[in-house]
T-cell receptor
């Protein structure tokens, strides 16, 4: 069992839909990261959070420390949101522990 | 613009050859990292460097080597000892070890 688990693995949505991607972790963490990987392969950091909720544009990330669970929400989804979304945990050391990613496709 | 530059984007290598992947950053970050990505798996850490002239093995260092002679540069050599080198390689940097990382665009290596 991976220390960081994501669901679903694949997700197809229609433009405008509200999307939720889930992440559960089994390790103690200092921060939880949400990353976006576009088809070309480069990775962009979306959020780093250790408690509560963060919002950036149409993206919202939440974390529940007691339940060891985080969610990434996309409101009013758009085809340009199509990417792989990766959850990763850091535990105060050098190391990121990555989930396997959620491949999102938003159809026009 | 500040950022991390990896080159080349695509690389082909014959079996038995060593190949070096470039990673340069102008973010003035002390820490740099190399990750490998395979289909269906999370990124795995190959090597990391906390500071110039220092580097440490990650989880899957066998068959790889690195150097950190300059703060800006952290090249990765995939040696002929790496049994399954075909993969996507990502370089990252952070201001200090363990802080938020910034990633490059990656290099896709194919062994032919």
């Amino acid at each position: 069992k991976n220390e960081v688990e994501q669901s679903p693995q694949n997700l197809t949505a229609q433009e405008g839909e509200f999307i939720t991607i889930n992440c559960s972790y089994s390790v103690g963490i200092s921060a939880l990261h949400w990353l976006q990987q576009h088809p070309g392969g480069g990775i962009v950091s979306l959020f780093m959070l250790s408690s509560g909720k963060k919002k950036h544009g149409r993206l919202i990330a939440t974390i529940n420390i007691q339940e060891k669970h985080s969610s990434l929400h996309i409101t009013a989804s758009h085809p340009r949101d199509s990417a792989v979304y990766i959850c990763a945990a850091t535990s105060g050391t050098y190391k990121y522990i990555f989930g396997t990613g959620t491949r999102l496709k938003v159809l026009a | 613009d500040g950022g991390i530059t990896q080159s080349p984007k695509y690389l082909f290598r014959k079996e038995g050859q060593n190949v070096t992947l470039s990673c340069e950053q102008n973010l003035n970050h002390d820490a740099m990292y190399w990750y490998r990505q395979d289909p269906g798996q999370g990124l795995r850490l190959i090597y990391y460097s906390q500071i110039v002239n220092d580097f440490q093995k990650g989880d899957i260092a066998e068959g790889y080597s690195v150097s950190r002679e300059k703060k800006e540069s952290f090249p990765l050599t995939v040696t002929s000892a790496q049994k399954n080198p075909t993969a996507f390689y990502l370089c990252a940097s952070s201001s200090k070890l363990g802080t938020e990382a910034f990633f490059g665009q990656g290099t896709r290596l194919t062994v032919v």
